[in-house]
Nanobody, 114 residues
Framework: QVQLAESGGGLVQPGGSLRLACASSGIRFSISTMGWYRQAPGNQREWVADILSGGRTTYADSVKGRFTISRDNAKNMVYLQMNDLKVEETAVYYC????????WGQGTQVTVSL
């Protein structure tokens, strides 16, 4: 069973930064594409970024140049460094494989506000 646990969210002012972490188990992490998703209240969950097993990264246009996804295969961890955060990016952030499968974790709340 795939299990995912996100952490690192919090309250930050516009223009601030946060680093999210995702611990995974129950998958062949080292050969899986991993991604970050986010969901604001009332909205669909949307894809934000992903990273292939070999390290190649892809980003949604809205976050290019500001977010960086990374992974540590030895630790089964994936990270998301978020810089210059915008109010519109307030959401619960989740990790999962790309495409997603299994159950979602609880996510971690990111609130960008004055």
């Amino acid at each position: 069973q795939v299990q995912l646990a996100e952490s690192g969210g919090g309250l930050v002012q516009p223009g601030g930064s946060l680093r999210l972490a995702c611990a995974s188990s129950g998958i062949r992490f080292s050969i899986s594409t991993m991604g970050w998703y986010r969901q604001a209240p009332g909205n669909q969950r949307e894809w934000v970024a992903d990273i292939l097993s070999g390290g190649r990264t892809t980003y949604a246009d809205s976050v290019k140049g500001r977010f960086t996804i990374s992974r540590d295969n030895a630790k089964n961890m994936v990270y998301l460094q978020m810089n210059d955060l915008k109010v519109e990016e307030t959401a619960v952030y989740y990790c999962n494989t790309v495409p997603p499968k299994g159950t979602w974790g609880q996510g971690t709340q990111v609130t960008v506000s004055l």
